[in-house]
């Protein structure tokens, strides 16, 4: 790891970063001012607080008032790994972290990366590294499109996971999914032993539980729309994700089949979205998904995608 991006966060700036979901725009989550510096560049309401990202189950003692055994147990199975929790924060958790909640967000980044620069510059927060509005960063050059080429950004390829991570409210009982994610409510309850709240899609006059899932996201510039039952793939200003191609047509750089593979499918949907606006793309069309209960990261994929369609 290069002594120049440690340095940066160490003088209170910011730096990106890769992690297994998608990149995150970094600052210490000790010093103010350079998280000041994170709202200002992506243009987030500071009402939306920040997750904070540590290298190790440990460092959440200095974040967390409580850690219920649940939550020790969810850590040793899927930290590091594409799940945040949310605890009682303590009192010395900045409030510019937190936006004024009395809790806080902590997640354990799977990327070497990640976790190696974590161990240089002690916890960092980190939101997605994307201007806010625009879809999450999976690769580093979606981050300079975002900031520009002189940004400075760590890269680490493209991100495994595509999606943001699965937010987890442990701070209360029963536990409560704000925000789905490739580790799911199975994946949570089979650790636990006990039932959660799903994820519930809140109804725009709600006070959301997690401010985050009050804005629209995830948007191309593009109209995203669910594929019409008559329409017929025209091969014009259209992109059409299958994720299966009916036998009567072919794939195509417009036409694309992901053969029945949603993980492929989430971990390239928001370069689709981006392309796509590269490419001059008016619109994307998706194929529906039938039965999304039965398939828990259909949930998840199923979530980022009405987000996109929401916001048109
Ligand atoms: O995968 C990820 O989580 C990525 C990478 C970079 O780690 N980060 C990310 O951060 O998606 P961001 O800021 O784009 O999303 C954080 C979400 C928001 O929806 C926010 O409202 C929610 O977490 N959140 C943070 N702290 C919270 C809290 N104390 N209570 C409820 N929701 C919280
Ligand atoms: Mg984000």
């Known amino acids: 790891m290069p002594d120049i991006y440690t340095d940066i966060i160490i003088k209170g700036g910011v730096v990106a970063f890769p992690t297994e979901t998608v990149y995150g725009l970094g600052a210490s989550a000790w010093n103010p001012e350079a998280i000041r510096k994170i709202f200002e560049t992506k243009g987030r309401p500071t009402d939306n607080p920040l997750i904070v990202h540590v290298a190790s189950p440990e460092m959440v003692s200095d974040f967390a008032a409580e850690i219920p055994d649940e939550a020790t147990a969810l850590m040793e199975a899927y930290w590091p790994g594409p799940l945040t929790l949310i605890f009682k924060k303590k009192k010395e958790v900045l409030d510019i972290i937190t936006a004024g909640l009395d809790t806080v967000a902590v997640r354990m980044p799977k990327h070497p990366i990640a976790l190696a620069f974590i161990r240089q510059t002690g916890p960092l927060v980190a939101p997605s590294a994307n201007t806010s509005g625009k879809p999450s960063p999976t690769k580093p050059e979606h981050v300079t499109e975002d900031f520009g080429e002189d940004f400075p950004i760590i890269r680490g390829g493209a991100c495994q996971v595509g999606i943001e991570s699965t937010v987890l409210d442990v701070s209360e009982k029963p536990f ?109 069309a998706i194929q529906q998904f039938i039965e999304i209960s039965d398939n828990e990261l259909l949930i998840a994929l199923n979530n980022r995608i009405t987000k996109a369609i929401g916001k048109k």
């Open 176 to 284: 409560e999914i704000y925000r789905p994610g490739f580790i799911n409510r199975l994946d949570i309850e089979k650790i636990i032993h006990q039932e959660i709240h799903p994820y519930r899609p809140h109804k725009k006059t709600d006070k959301p539980k997690s401010p985050g899932m009050k804005y629209t996201h995830y948007s191309p510039d593009a109209e995203v729309h669910w594929l019409g039952d008559d329409e017929k793939p025209e091969e014009n200003n259209t992109l059409y994700l299958y994720h299966h191609l009916p036998d009567d047509l072919n794939a195509s750089k417009h036409i694309v089949d992901y053969h029945g593979d949603f993980e492929q499918m989430t971990r390239e949907l928001y370069d689709r979205f981006r392309q796509a606006d590269k490419d001059n793309i008016h619109s994307i």
